[in-house]
């Protein structure tokens, strides 16, 4: 499930890409997948949280993925979407759910999509650490999103410190990362990383300032425009309410 | 199942990169940054101040009641602090300005020494530290307005601009002396509350902001009135009032940098303008006494050397000037330091911190509620100090009171650790625990040889530090401390001469403790209810009069009316008051011998339930007991 690396200067967002074409040639195509790698747990969530078993809910994410990424019902969702990648897939969500009802999704699976693989236990366990503080289905899928954002943004910033050869150091100081880091001392770190308070604290000065750049990157990448940017992330601090 | 779409045949959940994280803090501290400055990109556009709400997440031990104000330096909240129902001005510095934790320690070294300035004339910091990388300063709030908006409309009358700088001449010279420059004195800086009193705001935060300030940084330069913040990240000051040598060699300035803003201030209060190029002389534009020109002009020589050397040389000659148009009232205003002043001066403060020294606490005719930091940091050692205060002549080493002294504040220590680690607490916090830690350790050796080891070694340091502070090398704050300490010392080898010298240890308190006859227990019992039953009421100029002449030179009426005020509404009413233990002593430090009673009570308020009331009585020449102390913990 790794994310590849995108420029900095990324001129058009993923989101921007699929919307413009309608999800039509390979670039789009290409962008849509990528969203859907980072974001299809939260829709898992959803679904069991409406009640489906896991199998059946298995079946339903992987049927909408399927239909999504080839286009079916795509044009229902984008009006609802208002710009934004996590409302728009939402929206189509609950029309395939609702599609789902009348027909045996069982038998429209497959036929010459794209592979996607999903770990069904890494989306159980994403719903595990939803937990009780989301119950509704929406804000389930809410919370869901802002916990997959978060680990795609860490698993970026930990290829990177890995590529620095400093994978060690940032196990050590993520914990900085937090307004709140409980016990944290920076002394203490600086003693399990090896290396002097000093060298410490700048590191840990680089890595949340790293952090907020791939942060509002990955936001991005998800709204019509870059301006949405605080408005995405003070909804999906909302969820934490 | 589809060929194409491959579940992972992996049945586990594989472990999240969050593990451990708090996802609503990793957002909040994205949103912290989008509010504060936007992202890198958007480093050049001007510092947008968060929201109340979104400093509320990072300061949960206020209320943020409303954004005052924000400039380039950072954001200026009123705030209420919960635990002590206090209004206080929270200022925040741009996040790209104080993100820089390799400079924490130099951050710290300065704002300690802004920390020790305490003079009427100065908005008093009350607290600093770091949130989250997020620095911050927290401030008396003056309710009053800036000196640029009563210059809004221009010029002010001259009578007004007369009462003013004089007033900054104080507390700029006051600074001054404590190696202090301000280095941005505009009139943002300068404000006035309701009584037309000036409290200068944000003495050195140029200096301690540029030494935080991160090269990465970039936010732009404005205005000429606006602080400039070069594309390095360094602050200098704000153009107009900046002197030649601070735009040359803004590292090397020194005072006479804010004379010469303070003639640029002077200048535009008489005129409403900025003085241009070539200068105009202030009474070529305005009706004022051409005398005026001269002080103006001399502030604002290029040269530091030509300008007044003291801020106070400015306030002289602009009382002269006055003074001879309007007869001189410099008779009838004597310059008598406040008791804070004498006290500050004293270093006494210090001992209050280090407060398991009872005597020396007592020994200060009044202290009511100071700073946060002192109660914060010695609640728990001045409440057992003074309780058991009688065993006071007990040497260190042997003593209950000691153990649980030394307790106590390896227990401080600890949890001012956790909180400093939360976010909650400055480092200065910590630093100061630690020193009274290692204080109170030091003072465990009973033997006079040390103690007098101990004492070469603090006047050696003396004698170092007094060349230092002559060289500006340290703020005098840390001689004061040392010399504080040298006190305490010689204390010590007072009593420890007592002990070694023959007089056994329990008969000490014998020789120090009179036998009061019935009489005089009656009759201190009662000036003791008395007096208090008049400090209950409030009723400050009751209690001042029947205070004892030593206490009414030391704390004038209003001053006391003010103390009084101030401490009952935070006590609230009296609910009971019990008497927990009494003694009489000849003598106490910084008090002429004599006879002193000590009684303490354990109180309960309406606001404080478990607090320690202190009240010391002397005997005065005519026989009648009055009050020379009162503190409550």
């Given amino acids: ?60 994410t992987q049927d909408f993925f399927a239909r999504l990424l080839q286009r079916h019902d795509f044009a229902a969702g984008l009006d609802a979407g208002n710009g934004c990648f996590r409302a728009f897939l939402l929206a189509l969500l609950k029309h395939h759910l609702a599609n789902a009802r009348d027909h045996d999704s069982r038998q429209k699976r497959g036929g010459g999509i794209p592979a996607l693989s999903l770990n069904w236990a890494d989306a159980e366990s994403l719903l595990e650490r939803i937990g009780d503080t989301a119950p509704a289905p929406d804000a389930a899928f809410d919370h869901g999103w802002a916990l997959a954002l978060l680990e795609c943004v860490l698993e970026r910033l930990r290829e990177e410190w890995e590529c620095k050869g400093k994978a060690v150091l940032f196990d050590v100081i993520k914990v900085f990362l937090t307004p709140e880091r409980a016990d944290a001392s920076y002394a203490d770190a600086a003693h399990r990383a090896g290396v002097d308070e000093g060298t410490l604290r700048v590191a840990a000065h680089r890595l949340r300032r790293r952090y907020r750049e791939l942060l509002k990157e990955e936001i991005a990448q998800t709204v019509k425009d870059s301006a949405m940017v605080d408005e995405e992330l003070r909804a999906l601090m909302q969820a934490f309410h | 199942m589809s060929t194409t779409t491959t579940p992972t045949s992996d049945n586990s959940p594989r472990q999240s990169p969050l593990d451990g994280l708090d996802p609503a803090g990793l957002l909040r501290q994205a949103a912290a940054d989008a509010t504060a400055t936007g992202t890198t990109e958007a480093s050049a556009q001007a ?53 820089n934790p390799a400079l924490a320690t130099q951050f ?60 900054i001449c104080d507390a700029l010279q006051y600074a001054h002396d404590h190696g202090v420059v301000h280095r ?77 803003a303070l003639g640029v ?3 535009q209060m008489l005129t409403g303008e900025l003085p241009g190029r070539p200068l105009q002389v202030p009474s070529g ?48 205003k004597p310059k008598r330091k406040s008791f804070f002043e004498e006290w500050y001066h004293l270093g006494a403060w210090k001992l209050l911190t280090y407060g398991a020294l009872p005597v020396a606490l007592i020994s200060v005719p009044i202290i009511l509620w100071q700073t946060s930091r002192i109660m914060n940091l010695s609640t728990a050692i001045i409440n057992r100090a003074d309780v058991a205060s009688p065993e006071a002549s ?61 004492l070469a070694a603090n006047e050696r340091d003396i ?11 340290i703020s005098a704050s840390s001689l004061h401390e040392l010399e504080t300490r040298r006190s305490v010392i010689l204390w010590d080898i007072e009593r420890l001469q007592k002990t070694t010298t023959g007089t056994p240890a329990t008969a000490a308190p014998a020789e120090q403790t009179l036998q009061p006859d019935s009489g005089d227990n009656e009759a201190l019992a009662k000036a003791t209810t008395d007096w208090l039953a008049f400090v209950d009421a409030g009723e400050s100029l009751e209690s001042h009069v029947r205070a004892s002449a030593h206490f009414r030179q030391k704390v004038p009426a209003a001053e006391w009316q003010a103390m009084l005020a101030s401490s009952r509404k935070l006590l609230g009413e009296t609910l009971s008051r019990k008497l927990k233990s009494r003694v009489t002593v000849k003598r106490l430090p910084n008090l002429p011998d004599g006879e002193y009673n000590i009684a303490i009570f354990e109180s309960s308020f309406s606001n404080t339930k478990n607090a320690v009331e202190t009240v010391t009585f002397s005997r005065e020449s005519d026989g009648v007991w009055r009050a020379v102390g009162y503190y409550v913990r």
């Fill in chain 2, 108 to 167: 710290t070294r300065e704002a300690r020494a802004l920390a020790q300035l305490n003079h009427p004339g100065i908005v008093t910091l009350y607290e600093f530290g770091e949130t989250s990388g997020l620095f911050f300063f927290l401030m008396e709030f003056v309710d009053g307005m800036t000196l640029h908006r009563l210059l809004d409309n221009g010029r002010i009358a001259p009578r007004d601009a007369l009462a003013i700088v004089p007033q």
């Fill in chain 2, 265 to 267: 201030v002077f200048y």
């Fill in chain 2, 184 to 260: 941005d004195i505009k009139p943002e800086n300068i404000l006035l509350d309701k009584q037309g009193r000036v409290k200068i705001a944000d003495f050195g935060l140029v200096k301690l902001v540029r030494s935080l300030a991160a090269p990465e940084s970039s936010p732009a330069a404005a205005s000429s009135t606006a602080t400039l913040i070069l594309q390095d990240g360094h602050i200098l000051g704000t153009p107009a009032y900046m002197a030649p040598e601070q735009r040359e060699h803004p590292a090397t300035v020194d005072h006479r940098t804010d004379i010469y």
């Fill in chain 2, 463 to 473: 004698a170092i530090a007094k060349k230092q502070v002559a060289g500006g090398l």
């Fill in chain 2, 47 to 99: 510092f947008i101040p968060p929201s109340p709400e979104a400093l509320a997440a990072l300061f949960p031990q206020f209320d943020i009641l409303a954004l005052l104000g924000k400039g380039g330096m950072g954001a200026v909240y009123k705030v209420r602090q919960k635990a002590l129902d206090r209004i206080a001005a929270l200022k925040i510095l741009p996040r790209e300005i104080g993100d």
């Fill in chain 2, 394 to 454: 007990t040497p260190p080493a042997e003593s209950e009171l000691y153990k649980a002294a030394l307790a106590n504040a390896e227990e401080n220590l600890r949890k001012v650790k956790n909180r400093h680690a939360a976010g909650h607490a400055p480092q200065s916090a910590v630093y100061e625990a630690e020193d009274f830690l290692a204080f109170l350790k030091a003072r465990n050796s009973g033997s006079l040889e040390e103690a007098k080891v101990k």
């Fill in chain 1, 1 to 60: 499930m790794s994310t590849s690396t995108s420029p900095v200067a990324f001129a058009t967002t993923r989101w921007t890409l699929v919307f413009q074409t309608g999800g039509g040639d390979a670039p789009a195509q290409r962008a849509l997948e990528e969203l859907c790698r980072i974001y299809w747990k939260p829709l898992y969530a959803y679904v069991r949280r409406r009640g489906y078993a896991r199998a059946d809910a298995e079946d339903l």
């Fill in chain 2, 285 to 332: 534009k305005v009706a004022i006494d051409v005398r005026l020109d001269e002080v103006v002009l001399r502030a604002l020589e290029s040269q530091p050397d030509r300008r007044y050397q003291h801020a106070s040389d400015v306030k002289t000659r602009i009382e002269e000037i006055t003074g001879s148009a309007a007869g001189s009232e410099k008779s009838t």
